[in-house]
T-cell receptor, first 109, second 115 residues
């Protein structure tokens, strides 16, 4: 079956760095997405990886290894506003999105 | 985690016809539902936000008369694509959240093809 795994919850300190991992097993692969979702709001797009390697975008970076079925989202210089859920989603061979359950990130002062 | 069921997963329709997509929360009361559209290899585009019992709030550029959203109960929201055209072909996905919930849960998505 198809499966996306990511930690349920993580805690980090303001100003620090945190890495949120995502492993996946899907029928085919057409890219991996990371989304941020604040409580009560719609998810917002963070990154898209389809090739192996690291994509950097400001304080956020996303890494992909297709051979390992693995991605991570790296958040640097954490701010209190980064407290949110982070969703990993993989697009399979049918261009259907397979979603992880999300990682709730708690930032402490 | 909570389950959101979206139906149908795939639909092909003729140009000019209407298509209804259902989004159901199976084990919680969904006070808010979000409808998204996604083009291949692109991010989700929020179309509208609907709260149970009230009119949906549409994002700028989304035609409310073309994409009819109904959220009549706490477990069901529907998106009707009226007078569909080939350019409406896309992947539509819903997500739902409950009262005071910190996260929304996504449906599986619906791939609409208009021929």
């Amino acid at each position: 079956g198809q499966n996306i795994d990511q930690p349920t919850e993580m805690t980090a300190t303001e100003g620090a760095i945190v890495q949120i991992n995502c492993t996946y097993q899907t029928s085919g692969f057409n890219g991996l997405f990371w989304y941020q979702q604040h409580a009560g709001e719609a998810p917002t797009f963070l990154s898209y990886n389809v090739l192996d390697g690291l994509e950097e975008k400001g304080r956020f970076s996303s890494f992909l290894s297709r051979s390992k079925g693995y991605s991570y989202l790296l958040l640097k210089e954490l701010q209190m506003k980064d407290s949110a859920s982070y969703l990993c989603a993989v697009m399979d061979s049918n261009y259907q999105l397979i979603w992880g359950a999300g990682t709730k990130l708690i930032i402490k002062p | 985690g909570a389950v959101v069921s979206q139906h149908p997963s795939r639909v092909i329709c003729k140009s000019g016809t209407s298509v209804k997509i259902e989004c159901r929360s199976l084990d919680f009361q969904a006070t808010t539902m979000f409808w998204y559209r996604q083009f291949p290899k692109k991010s989700l585009m929020l179309m509208a936000t609907s709260n149970e019992g009230s009119k949906a709030t549409y994002e700028q550029g989304v035609e409310k008369d073309k994409f009819l959203i109904n959220h009549a109960s706490l477990t069901l929201s529907t998106l009707t694509v009226t007078s569909a055209h080939p350019e409406d072909s896309s992947f539509y996905i819903c997500s739902a959240s409950g009262q005071g919930a910190t996260e929304a849960f996504f449906g599986q998505g619906t791939r609409l093809t208009v021929v």
